[in-house]
C-alpha cells in the first residue's frame, strides 16, 4: 500500500443545487440565480468555516484507490455572487490517500470525478459543480486551513 498527501486545487466552482433544510431540492438556473444565504458578514470567511467535501462521483480508475480521506482546507481566496448564484474561486483541498500502486500526479486528477464541494449552512447544503481551472499535485498540508471529515473506501 502507498500513502500520500495530495493537494486538489481548484480555480473556480459553481454553485450545482441546494438542499433546504425541510429536504426540496433547487438546481433550477434561475432559481440558484436568485438564492442567497440568509447571511451577513464576510462570505469568504463563512465559506472557509462551512465548506467541506462528499464523495458522491465516480473514479474513473476505483482499482489504483483503497482509501481517500479528505483531510484539510485551504481557502477559498474569493466567493461571490454571479449570473450563476454563489460561485468560490481558489480552494485547495488536501487529501490523505491510500493507493494499491504508485500515482502520479496525473491520476490523482481522478480526485476531481470523485468529490462534490459542498458548503453546510444553517441546514442548507450547497454543493458546486462545474469546476474549473483545477490541477492535482502531491503536497504537504499547509499550517492555516479548517479541518475537514470525509472518506471514500474501495469496496471491491
Request: glycine share 6%; aromatic share 12%.
Amino acid at each position: 500500500m502507498k500513502k500520500y498527501t495530495a493537494c486538489l486545487d481548484i480555480g473556480f466552482m459553481q454553485l450545482k443545487y441546494i438542499e433546504t433544510p425541510e429536504g426540496d431540492w433547487i438546481d433550477d438556473p434561475e432559481d440558484l440565480t436568485s438564492f442567497r444565504l440568509d447571511f451577513v458578514g464576510d462570505l469568504v470567511e463563512l465559506c472557509r468555516t462551512n465548506l467541506t467535501v462528499l464523495f458522491d462521483g465516480d473514479l474513473d480508475s476505483p482499482e489504483l484507490y483503497e482509501k481517500i480521506d479528505a483531510a484539510w482546507l485551504y481557502g477559498p481566496r474569493s466567493a461571490e455572487y454571479n449570473e450563476g448564484g454563489l460561485a468560490i474561486s481558489r480552494a485547495s483541498f488536501y487529501f490523505n490517500v491510500e493507493a494499491r500502486e504508485e500515482l502520479t500526479e496525473d491520476q490523482l486528477e481522478d480526485l476531481v470525478h470523485v468529490i462534490e464541494p459542498s458548503l453546510r449552512y444553517e441546514g442548507y447544503t450547497m454543493a458546486f459543480g462545474d469546476i474549473q481551472e483545477f490541477t492535482a499535485s502531491f503536497e504537504d498540508i499547509p499550517d492555516e486551513g479548517t479541518a475537514l471529515k470525509s472518506e471514500w473506501t474501495n469496496h471491491d
